[in-house]
């Protein structure tokens, strides 16, 4: 098992930034690839980036490539969403997710948080 648990979530204006936290406990974090998704009202969970093992390689969803950095520290068990030049369709729930295949961009992950919300203001 792996538990999940996101922060950095909250209310910002477009065109600011936030950075988003999943911290990780239980099973080996390093034997997972981690991956960040959104999810806005009424609409399925979106694939955002996602990072491999040893986070050597990542991997971004276009809409986001260029503005946000994922990148993790297997010491402190945590992997980190860097978003930049925040845009008001990016208001959602972000949640991190864990899976032992890099890179998967659809939302069939093996552990999930419980997400943060993050609100941009226009």
């Known amino acids: 098992q792996v538990q999940l648990v996101e922060s950095g979530g909250g209310l910002v204006q477009a065109g600011g930034s936030l950075r988003l936290s999943c911290a990780a406990s239980g099973r080996t974090f390093s034997s997972f690839a981690m991956g960040w998704f959104r999810q806005a009202p009424g609409q399925e969970r979106e694939f955002v980036a996602t990072?491999?093992?040893?986070?050597?390689?990542?991997y971004y969803a276009d809409s986001v490539k260029g503005r946000f950095t994922i990148s993790r520290d297997n010491a402190k068990n945590t992997v980190y969403l860097q978003m930049n030049s925040l845009k008001p369709e990016g208001t959602a729930v972000y949640y991190c997710?864990?899976?032992?295949?890099?890179?998967?961009?659809?939302?069939?992950?093996?552990?999930w948080g419980q997400g943060t919300q993050v609100t941009v203001s226009s």
């Open positions: 997710g864990a899976h032992t295949t890099f890179p998967v961009t659809a939302p069939e992950y093996d552990y």
């Open positions: 990072i491999n093992w040893g986070g050597s390689r990542t």
